[in-house]
């Protein structure tokens, strides 16, 4: 009978568990090479999708190629990969790095290009430069959507890192999988996709928990002091406090001497609360 048991498949989890270094150290390689090929493609894609989104142009010459290769079944490059670097974890790493890089970067090119222009006028007209424009206004408008490619992306890059684990390997848990399938220990294969599918979910409850961290940081209620308890604050540019300074806008000018421009209403209304 080539199916274990339910019976069976608990039972040898249970002898993994047992030993709980013969479940780390496969654990803790594939979490590294997926922890690294996660944080390249990061580091790569939102700059490279901020600067393509800001400029038509650029968009409309990149948008279509980016797509294109993201729809291609990337794992073919792995013996290339494989041949080049490898079956350690460097070819297991590049070929996460390709499968996470594509739904960032596109993501950041297409929430970047909907960015209120209205926000980036106000901002310009308040002295705000490019790299003040980008902190201040583009970074929260895409804040949401980038969370959200960041964990398809996150889920991509551990599949495919387990994937070409079990291809070719010398650990991780893509190698225990392939060396249980191969030695016909139907068993410990099953045993090795449970503990496959529960690294899964710690990861992306340790995603979830980071990510909600981040965003309650970011958007604390002491952040504009003109919100009421029962309202939300519904200002598209958030004035900070800087000591010594009085109100400070995204350019660095003191409220007292902020132009006139496009946006005086709106600094209007930060400058004096609503009774």
């Known amino acids: ?8 498949a608990w039972t040898a989890f249970r002898q993994l568990a047992a030993e709980p270094l013969h479940i780390l ?9 997926t922890a690294l090929a996660f944080g390249l493609a990061l580091l790569l894609a939102v700059p490279v999708g901020v600067a393509i989104g800001s400029s038509r142009t650029l968009r409309r010459a990149y948008e279509p190629l980016f797509t294109s290769v993201n729809a291609l079944p990337l794992i073919i490059l792995y013996p290339v990969l494989a041949a080049t670097l490898g079956i350690g974890s460097g070819s297991k790493t590049a ?9 960032i970067v596109i993501t950041s090119m297409r929430a970047t290009a909907h960015v209120d222009r209205d926000l980036l006028v106000a901002a310009a007209a308040m002295g705000a430069k490019g790299g003040q424009r980008i902190r201040s206004v583009v970074a929260p408008s895409i804040l949401a959507p980038l969370f959200a490619s960041m964990r398809v992306a996150l889920g991509l890059a551990l599949v495919t890192v387990i994937a070409a684990e079990f291809i070719s390997g010398s650990g991780g ?31 992306n409850l340790l995603f979830s928990v980071i990510t909600a961290g981040y965003r309650k940081a970011s958007t604390g209620e002491d952040l504009c002091e003109n919100r009421r308890p029962s309202r939300r604050c519904v200002c598209p540019v958030r004035p900070r406090r800087l000591q010594g300074r009085g109100e400070q806008y995204p350019g660095g000018v003191p409220l007292d001497q902020a132009r006139p421009g496009p946006s005086a209403g709106l600094r209007a209304r930060h400058a004096s609360p609503r009774r």
């Open 25 to 33: 150290r496969p654990v803790g390689v594939t979490v590294r090479e």
């Open 1 to 8: 009978m080539l199916l274990a048991s339910p019976a069976a």
């Open 173 to 203: 848990v893509g190698y225990e999988l392939g060396a249980a399938s191969q030695s016909l220990d139907t068993p410990g294969l099953f045993a090795w996709i449970i503990v496959a599918c529960l690294l899964t979910i710690c990861i």
């Open 95 to 103: 070929l996460g790095l390709l499968y996470a890089f594509f739904p």
